[in-house]
């Protein structure tokens, strides 16, 4: 199984391809998108959009997991990461991929075994689990492993029709 793993935002978005085989995890590529604050708004999410585009199409992964949106007291920060994760639905969508969303604290307990763990420790595991030889080039890369690893270890729930 391949995962594509998505930390949103518009000023930096984490991306990360995850391969699964017989429980093995290893890391095909990370890295993260930057985008100019003073850039239009259409054109960073442009960015994103045609950068989940690529990797779909070089790596044709089985699935898409992003990391939901923490809702905290910036209203203005909630509705960009919003939107980047409008653009990376839509490029899966168009894409034909199936898209996942987990919570911070559901990463970070699959992937630390505590879903309060710091962003360090994340960074930790994420490269014992992939077994980097460095860690993660930035944050947002990390939690985009961090996400991805999350899937490949422990897909969504289904939930039953009722």
Same mark, same amino acid.
């Given at each position: 199984?391949?995962?594509?793993?998505?930390?949103?935002?518009?000023?930096?978005?984490?991306?990360?391809? +995850?391969?699964?085989?017989?429980?093995?995890?290893?890391?095909?590529?990370?890295?993260?998108?930057?985008?100019?604050?003073?850039?239009?708004?259409?054109?960073?999410?442009?960015?994103?959009?045609?950068?989940?585009?690529?990797?779909?199409?070089?790596?044709?992964?089985?699935?898409?997991?992003?990391?939901?949106?923490? +809702?905290?007291?910036?209203?203005?920060?909630? #509705?960009?990461?919003?939107?980047?994760?409008?653009?990376?639905?839509?490029?899966?969508?168009?894409?034909?991929?199936?898209?996942?969303?987990?919570?911070?604290?559901?990463?970070?307990?699959? +992937?630390?075994?505590?879903?309060?763990?710091?962003?360090?420790? +994340?960074?930790?595991?994420?490269?014992?689990?992939?077994?980097?030889?460095?860690?993660?080039?930035?944050?947002?890369?990390?939690?985009?492993?961090?996400?991805?690893?999350?899937?490949?270890?422990?897909?969504? #729930? #289904?939930?039953?029709?009722?």
């Amino acid at each position: 199984m391949r995962v594509l793993g998505i930390d949103p935002g518009t000023a930096a978005c984490g991306y990360a391809i +995850v391969h699964e085989s017989d429980g093995r995890l290893r890391a095909l590529v990370h890295g993260w998108w930057r985008t100019p604050s003073r850039e239009r708004p259409e054109l960073r999410l442009k960015t994103i959009f045609e950068g989940v585009q690529e990797l779909v199409g070089q790596y044709v992964p089985d699935a898409v997991a992003l990391e939901e949106s923490f +809702v905290g007291v910036d209203a203005r920060t909630a #509705l960009s990461v919003g939107q980047a994760r409008g653009a990376v639905l839509v490029a899966s969508a168009l894409a034909g991929v199936e898209c996942a969303e987990y919570a911070p604290a559901r990463v970070k307990q699959v +992937v630390c075994g505590y879903g309060r763990a710091e962003k360090a420790q +994340v960074s930790r595991m994420v490269q014992t689990i992939l077994s980097l030889t460095t860690p993660p080039s930035s944050t947002h890369a990390s939690d985009a492993l961090a996400v991805a690893i999350c899937h490949a270890l422990a897909p969504p #729930l #289904l939930k039953a029709a009722g």
